[in-house]
């Protein structure tokens, strides 16, 4: 196990509603980062959080946002949801001392949109 | 943006064969990782080679990294059912400064009793 825990397991939303997705951090890393797997791919990165800060962003529209707070845990939030949006979301931290130092991830959220 | 190609997507085999994996970019790599992914979990960092030309062995498992740092290999001696899943390579965005990791798209092996 890596110590970064996320819920729910699973959700199921329909078009155009909105989800908010959470990450535990392993204890004393100040970094997450979040991807969204599709079936039968890599992941793909979203963006990741420094410090409360957003540290970076992949190629991914504005309905998709994210906080970190002050004990490093995080969120992602998806509005107005489409069926693409359909995947596994992965959040993974890191140590401290380097931004891109080995990543941990969790087991994932599946979400599936209708 | 690097792109990672991995070869091949699917491959099904029996217990006790060995197999090799493949990943590929057109760019060099800084480093590369190699994870594996179960059903329901997230991917598993097994390991990472930095030099070109190195070699690391996880008991059944040998990683090698081309001379180039262009290319890399994961071969399995003697398959078992237990390592059945997904396996990825990925490789540090370092255009990026955020540490991001770009992913192959993945090998699915299933290992047959």
């Known amino acids: 196990e890596t110590g970064v825990t996320q819920s729910p397991t699973h959700l199921i939303k329909t078009r155009g509603q909105q989800v908010t997705l959470r990450c535990s951090s392993q204890?004393?890393?100040?970094?997450v980062s979040w991807y969204q797997q599709a079936l039968g791919q890599g992941p793909q990165f979203i963006f990741q959080?420094?410090?409360?800060?957003?540290?970076g962003r992949g190629n991914f529209p504005p309905r998709f946002s994210g906080l970190q707070f002050p004990n490093y845990s995080s969120e992602l939030n998806v509005n107005a949801l489409e069926l693409d949006d359909s995947a596994l979301y992965l959040c993974?931290?890191?140590?401290?001392?380097?931004?891109?130092?080995?990543?941990?991830f969790g087991p994932g959220t599946r979400l599936t949109v209708l | 943006t690097q792109l990672l190609e991995q070869s091949p997507q699917f491959l099904s085999i029996q217990e006790g064969e060995n197999l090799t994996v493949y990943c590929n970019s057109s760019?060099?790599?800084?480093?590369l990782q190699w994870y594996r992914q179960e059903p329901g979990e997230g991917p598993v960092l097994l390991v990472t080679v930095v030099t070109g030309g190195e070699v690391k062995k996880l008991k059944r498992l040998t990683f090698q990294f081309g001379d180039a740092r262009k290319d890399s290999s994961l071969h399995i001696t003697a398959a078992q059912p237990g390592d059945t899943g997904l396996y990825l390579c990925?490789?540090?965005?370092?255009?990026?400064?955020?540490?991001?990791?770009?992913f192959g798209q993945g090998t699915t092996l299933q290992v047959k009793p």
């Open positions: 959080y420094y410090r409360e800060e957003e540290n």
């Open positions: 204890s004393g890393h100040n970094t």
């Open positions: 990925a490789s540090e965005d370092r255009s990026s400064n955020t540490g991001k990791l770009i």
């Open positions: 760019s060099v790599f800084s480093s």
């Open positions: 993974a931290s890191s140590s401290p001392g380097r931004v891109w130092d080995t990543q941990y």
